[in-house]
């Protein structure tokens, strides 16, 4: 009988084959795959969880976590990272949808005992991690991805061969992070974190590690673009998506690494990587996003929007309704395919921001702006941007600045939310039967021609 992937397996194995070689940096410290396996086995002996519990995990990034992480796949304990940078009531918001057994928060995490291996009956179906986005309405919902579905999305396949270490900027909140995690822990390689997201600390991870790979969103190459003179010599591949990336940027990735390997990847934390764009094709292909993935398969609508099928997504939103339409996932994105098969991501078939790589729901900012006192009316909406993407803009009637919003959005929404724009108006246009705000309209006016 073909035996279940597991994520406590991932661990089990490595810790089994390589236990001396590191597994996770960060900073001055490190942890080899012994360490974790040992460690993750005596935090799951601390804990009064069982399968199925779902476990908070309130914390930025920190290498305690990561054995955590392991302990909790081991126990079939469902993992839900929450961000350091939500607000209490944010928070509170998302345990109240989750309902954990238990909540951790940084320094809570308790290390003794008895370092034999642990293991609860599991099956590659079960939950592993739950990851709460803001979705289109700004009510947190949880995103529930499979043992099977995470061991897939980070599999190396049949044949190991040398990786190399990998600096990955992204927060151990993030799906992204975790997985780019998972894909070198399953090649039994290392992953090297960083506590700042400034040029010069991903640039000095790199060098010190002697790095042969790096992913990061178009907001992160532009501050290494900006910081001449760091050794980047090692890198072999460098990769960006998740966000708009213009072919200046790319070609400017070209320039700074001649020998690396340059590809732009499309996905979402429901999809996985649903395609990628090799650096043969950057060129011939600009603006484009790809092929699709080779267990992905992908399909447009009738109204353009992108439709995903295959073994890497998701299970559907924790305590919501399927989501699947005859087993294909709406994306939310409109695209276009090319007569040979390549894909482009033309707009948003829902009303969501991605700026910087986070998700941000216009109802959610409009909601906090409209109780500012000389705020009239307000529309949230995201403006296109070749540093972040696209960012949070602000349309007002009234008189306010934009350093007075922001003030009103500290301690209730998290930065990334708050507007890095604002544009006064006389009205908002609005529909005549709904009065919706016509955002695509909005866009159209102040985008630059």
């Known amino acids: 009988m073909p035996q279940d992937l597991l994520i406590g397996d991932i661990f089990r194995n490595a810790a089994r084959a390589v236990p001396d070689r590191v597994a996770v940096a960060l900073g001055d410290r490190t942890l080899t795959f012994g360490e974790i396996d040992r460690a993750a086995n005596r935090i799951a002996r601390s804990l009064s969880v069982t399968a199925g519990d779902r476990v908070v995990v309130r914390s930025g990034t920190n290498l305690a976590v990561v054995p955590l992480f392991a302990a909790l796949a081991k126990l079939g304990a469902v993992f839900v990272p929450v961000s350091p940078l939500l607000t209490d009531a944010e928070v509170e918001e998302i345990i109240a949808v989750a309902q954990p057994t238990l909540v951790v928060r940084e320094g809570d995490i308790v290390d003794t005992g008895d370092d034999g291996d642990v293991s609860s009956p599991v099956s590659e ?7 709460f986005t803001s979705g289109s309405t700004g009510r947190p919902k ?3 991805l499979s043992h099977r ?5 980070s599999h190396p396949g049949a044949q190991l061969e040398p990786r190399g270490a990998m600096v990955c900027p992204y927060p151990l909140f993030h799906m992204a992070a975790w997985t780019i995690a998972l894909q070198q822990w399953q090649a039994r390689d290392s992953v090297v974190f960083v506590d700042s997201t400034d040029a010069a600390t991903i640039c000095a991870a790199v060098a010190r590690h002697r790095a042969t790979r790096i992913n990061a969103v178009p907001a992160l190459w532009r501050r290494i673009l900006e910081s001449p003179g760091a050794d980047l010599s090692s890198l072999r591949f460098a990769d960006t998506g998740t966000s708009a990336t213009p072919i200046e940027l790319l070609e400017a990735i070209e320039r700074l690494l001649p020998s690396a390997c340059v590809r732009v990847f499309y996905g979402s934390t429901e999809a996985g990587n649903v395609s990628s764009l090799e650096q043969g094709d950057i060129h011939r292909k600009p603006g484009s996003v790809g092929v699709p993935s080779p267990s992905t398969s992908v399909r447009i609508a009738q109204d353009g929007e992108l439709l995903v099928r295959g073994p890497l997504l998701f299970d559907g939103y924790f305590g919501e309704p399927d989501q699947f339409v005859d087993g294909w996932f709406p994306t939310g994105d409109l695209a276009d395919v090319d007569d040979e098969g390549y894909l482009s991501i033309v707009g948003r078939a829902r009303d969501v921001i991605r700026t910087g790589g986070e998700t941000v729901a216009p109802y959610e900012v409009e909601a906090v702006l409209a109780h500012h006192p000389a ?13 972040w ?3 949070v803009c602000a349309v007002v009637v009234g008189s306010v600045t934009l350093d007075e919003l922001r003030a009103h959005c500290d301690g209730v929404l998290a930065s990334f939310k708050h507007p890095r724009r604002l544009e006064v108006v006389d009205e908002i246009p609005r529909t005549a039967s709904t009065g919706q705000v016509q955002r695509r309209l909005l866009v159209e006016q102040l985008s630059p021609r």
Do not use: K, M, Q, Y
């Open 389 to 391: 993407g696209e960012v």
């Open 375 to 387: 705020v009239v009316d307000v529309a949230v909406v995201g403006l296109p941007d070749t540093t």
């Open 142 to 144: 949880g995103v529930v």
């Open 149 to 153: 579905a995470n061991f897939l999305r």
């Open 125 to 131: 179906c079960d939950p592993h991690v739950i990851f």
